[in-house]
């Protein structure tokens, strides 16, 4: 795939969160997992926790002089210890998951989060994220995939593991859309660490 086919199928990616968390992103931008965790100075027994294993509740993280940030539960991960492909593990999958920052690649994937019964009830902030924006400024760190990677809530659902995510060039979007159809050929668009000026990249926020 290149850059201007996924900007003319996907002009605008989308990231939600809990309403909790818009002052931390509003201060220092999009962080993955583990930048936020590196931010509150967490470590030893708690890092461990947070990271080692799939996440059974969201967590507030806290600290003086910090607005509050969100980690957001993992539960939709409910057979990933069976569904990691060969060549991989446990740890590397959740080790590529919690370095990265999310975005939906369509609308309807977006509305589906929300309407999860999880989330359904909380106040959500919504990042309408300009696609061609966000690539310019961090097109070497983009990866994608065409899972919802962090829901394995089937048995049947597909292997994937820390090689799941792929970068622009390398990501086959006519196999994927001939095989899956529109909606299955790409679903996650990702950046690994951080993208600190999302707020330059969003072209609408919903509060």
């Keep these: 795939m290149d850059v201007e086919e996924l ?20 201060r220092h931008g999009l962080l993955s997992t583990v930048r936020l965790i590196d931010l509150f100075g967490v470590d030893g027994e708690s890092r461990d926790r947070l990271l080692g294993s799939p996440r059974t509740r969201s967590v507030v993280l806290e600290a003086p002089g910090l607005p509050p940030a969100v980690i957001r539960d993992q539960k939709p991960m409910k057979f990933i210890d069976e569904k990691i492909e060969p060549g991989s593990s446990l740890a590397e999958y959740l080790t ?12 309807e994937r977006l509305d589906r ?8 009830a909380g106040n959500q902030v919504v990042l309408h994220v300009d696609t061609r924006a966000l690539v310019e400024r961090h097109g070497p760190r983009v990866e ?7 829901a394995v809530t089937q048995k049947n659902h597909p292997v994937r593991g820390h090689r799941s995510w792929l970068p622009i060039a390398d990501y086959p ?10 909606d299955g050929a790409l679903v996650e668009v990702t950046v690994l660490d951080a993208v600190p ?6 072209d609408r926020i919903d509060v």
């Design 96 to 107: 590529a998951i919690n370095s990265r920052v999310f975005f939906w690649a369509t609308p």
């Design 173 to 182: 979007y006519g196999e994927y859309r001939r095989m899956y159809g529109r």
């Design 197 to 202: 000026d999302i707020l330059e990249l969003a």
């Design 7 to 26: 900007i003319e199928r996907h002009p605008r990616v989308f990231h939600t969160m809990p309403a909790a968390a818009w002052p931390s992103v509003q």
């Design 113 to 120: 989060l929300r309407q999860a019964r999880e989330y359904r």
């Design 144 to 150: 994608l995939c065409r899972l919802n990677s962090g």
